[in-house]
C-alpha cells in the first residue's frame, strides 16, 4: 500500500501545487533510501536483516526529522520494526482479517490471533481502496502514511517553466 500512498501524495502535490522541486537537496541521505527497502523484501536472514533495514530507515529518517512529516514516519517505522523485531522477522496478521481479505502466510507475515499480544502492533486494520485494491495495515503504517502526506503536501513549490534549464 506504500506505493498507492506515494502515488496519490505526489499525485495531490501537483494538484495543489505543493510539488517539490530539488527533493533530492532537502533530504539527506536520500541515497540511501532503497537499501532498507530491499532488505525487508530478501526472504532469508529475516531475524537480521529487518532489524538491521529498520535501524538504517531510523538513522535516516531521523537525520532528516527537520522535515515536515518526518517525525510520524519515524515513529511508525519504529513501531513496525519493534513487532517485526521481536517476531523474528515477520509481520503479525490477524486471523480473522486475513480470512475475510483471503490473505495467507508469506515469508514477510504470520497469520495469529488476539492471544498474540504482538498483534497489536501488527497488521489487523483492513483497508478497501475505491479502485479495488485491498490491504491489512498495522498502527505504525497509519502513522507512516500520514507522514508521508504531510511531507508531500507541505511545502509550496513552483513548477518549473517549459524549455527552462536546471
Not at 78 to 85: E, F, I, R, S
Not at 129 to 158: A, C, E, H, N, W
Amino acid at each position: 500500500m506504500i506505493i498507492d500512498v506515494l502515488v496519490i501524495s505526489m499525485i495531490l502535490s501537483v494538484i495543489f501545487k505543493r510539488i517539490k522541486i530539488a527533493l533530492s537537496r532537502d533530504i539527506r541521505l536520500i541515497y540511501l533510501m532503497p537499501v532498507p527497502f530491499v532488505l525487508q523484501i530478501l526472504p532469508f536472514y529475516r531475524h537480521i536483516l529487518i532489524p538491521l533495514s529498520f535501524f538504517l530507515l531510523l538513522y535516516i529518517l531521523w537525520k532528516n526529522r527537520q522535515l515536515p512529516g518526518i517525525k510520524l514516519m519515524f515513529i511508525g517505522a519504529v513501531l513496525n520494526g519493534l513487532v517485526m523485531t521481536i517476531s523474528g522477522g515477520k509481520m503479525p496478521v490477524l486471523d480473522s482479517v486475513a480470512k475475510l481479505m483471503n490473505i495467507g502466510e508469506d515469508s514477510r507475515h504470520y497469520i495469529t490471533n488476539w492471544k498474540d499480544l504482538r498483534v497489536l502492533l501488527g497488521d489487523w486494520i483492513p483497508v478497501f481502496l475505491p479502485y479495488g485494491r485491498k490491504f491489512i495495515i498495522s498502527i505504525g503504517d497509519i502513522f507512516i502514511y500520514i507522514g508521508i502526506f504531510i511531507f508531500f503536501l507541505s511545502k509550496k513549490g513552483k513548477l518549473p517553466k517549459r524549455g527552462a534549464e536546471e
